[in-house]
């Protein structure tokens, strides 16, 4: 098997492994990667050395977590996927692999475009940022940041019932935005932008904020347009990779006299109807909405044709031109949004 591993900042190199596939233990399966997503911004940071995320692998390092494969065996006890069944797992850019079936692991339903199908876990994310933020339909989201995250959260506003507004740096990404479902997009540094969003608001104000941008100009911008008690729900890495801090982040004006939230947008929401139906090949599951039934969730808007991920794909490389998409990003290529690598020789 292929497998890109990352030896130090700017080092990548796609090795041979060995992968046993003729003695599956009863509880793995074994899968053929088709296509791979690129996390462009958490993936730039970890090609270019910025600081290690707390709990991530160091170097030498697997790389990407968005992986569509099909199912080429299955282990005695295996019951949650079949051979032939397309799938997508959180599995690093690879060409194949073995994975146990208690790892993350959603079945792809029948109908739905690959391309859409590679963002799953990712678009979960984006969801996940409306529920642990307590998100509730009708209220004012402005999304902060527009890169594929970003935009995730942009298109699942209407289908949660929120109106979005997108902030971007770029007039290319507030079009797109705009294309993905919000109601209006103004630049981040739009001088009349806080006339603009208490327009696009009638005067209430933006009750949430998603920050999906990890420079600290974004976060700046997120506690000045939130409204006093609002939230912003955080899922960026703030800070890594950019200049020291010119300011305080949580100076009284923006922060203890707004009465306003900050949330991580890490770890499971908090939830009011737990299930506590037992799979068996599985824990007792305590959160409706955990990683891979939140993947399911969004795997069934795509299937349905409301939520079209594919439509943000800027580039298609072959896994062999993997370090030319990751130089692209290293040098912010500002036309590059959305990124599928081809596993298929």
């Known amino acids: 098997m292929k497998i890109p591993i990352l030896y130090g ?23 053929k990667t088709e296509i791979t997503a690129f ?30 494969g099909i199912v080429q065996g299955v282990g005695s006890v295996v019951s949650r996927v079949q051979v032939g069944d397309r799938v997508v797992t959180r599995q690093p850019h690879q060409s194949e692999y073995i994975t146990k079936e208690s790892a993350s692991i959603v079945k792809v339903p029948a109908g739905s475009h690959p391309e859409d199908a590679v963002y799953a876990h990712l678009y979960a994310l984006s969801a996940h940022c409306y ?14 940041g527009l890169g594929v995250l970003g935009l995730g959260a942009v298109a699942l506003g209407p289908l949660f019932g929120a109106q979005t507004v997108g902030l971007g740096n770029s007039p290319i990404r507030l079009e797109m935005a705009e294309r993905m479902g919000a109601r209006a997009a103004y630049m981040s540094d739009d001088p009349a932008l806080q006339a603009k969003l208490e327009a696009f608001t009638n005067g209430v104000g933006i009750d949430l904020v998603i920050l999906t941008a990890n420079p600290w100009p974004a976060y700046r911008t997120s506690l000045q347009v939130v409204r006093p008690n609002g939230r912003i729900s955080v899922v960026s890495l703030l800070g890594r990779g950019e200049s020291p801090l010119d300011f305080n982040p949580l100076a009284m004006e923006w922060f203890y006299s707004k009465g306003i939230s900050i949330i991580a947008v890490s770890g499971p929401a908090g ?10 090949s599985l824990d007792t599951i305590q959160n409706r909405f955990a990683t891979d039934h939140a993947a399911a969730h969004v795997l069934s808007l795509m299937a349905d ?15 062999t031109e993997m370090v030319k998409a990751y130089e692209m990003a290293f040098h912010r290529e500002k036309s590059m949004l959305g990124v599928i690598f081809n596993w298929q020789d």
């Open 9 to 31: 900042p700017r080092d990548l190199r796609i090795e041979e492994q060995h992968l046993d596939t003729n003695n599956l233990k009863p509880d793995e399966i074994w899968i």
């Open 39 to 68: 996390k462009i911004g958490t993936d730039r940071g970890n090609y270019e050395g910025a600081e290690q995320v707390p709990g991530a692998p160091g170097y030498p390092r697997w790389v990407g977590d968005s992986n569509l």
């Open 131 to 144: 529920r642990k933020a307590h998100f509730q339909a009708g209220e004012y989201v402005a999304v902060v």
């Open 271 to 280: 939830y009011l109807y737990p299930n506590t139906a037992q799979h068996p």
């Open 305 to 319: 044709g409301r939520l079209e991920p594919k439509r943000l794909i800027t580039h298609r490389f072959h896994y």
